[in-house]
């Protein structure tokens, strides 16, 4: 079982950082047919062979996938997907 981990930080306020969240958890789930939900201030979400968590702190958003068996070769173009999707909700948004 392969594991993408992504810690960013961000300069957003609460409520944009969850809106961020919350629509990359649609976006994933569009492309990837992810069923997701909230959990105070993590997103869950899940489809058969990957699992995962995004959670939205003050400062920073962590998000950690599970890949299961058949996705795991895939993983290095899944990460640069996430993270290409991140940088565009973000517009560059993210503090050092």
Same mark, same amino acid.
């Given at each position: 079982m392969a594991t993408?981990?992504?810690d960013r930080a961000h300069g957003l306020t609460h409520d944009q950082a969850r809106n961020l969240a919350e629509r990359l958890a649609t976006d994933l789930r569009h492309?990837?047919?992810f069923a997701w939900h909230w959990e105070g201030d993590d997103i869950h979400f899940a489809r058969p062979g990957v699992s995962g968590l995004l959670r939205v702190g003050a400062s920073r958003i962590t &998000?950690?996938?599970k &890949?299961? &068996?058949l996705l795991t070769p895939f993983r290095s173009s899944i990460e640069k997907q996430v993270n290409v999707e991140l940088e565009r909700l973000t517009g560059g948004a993210t503090a050092a």
């Open positions: 993408i981990s992504i492309r990837y047919d &998000l950690d996938i &890949l299961g &068996l």
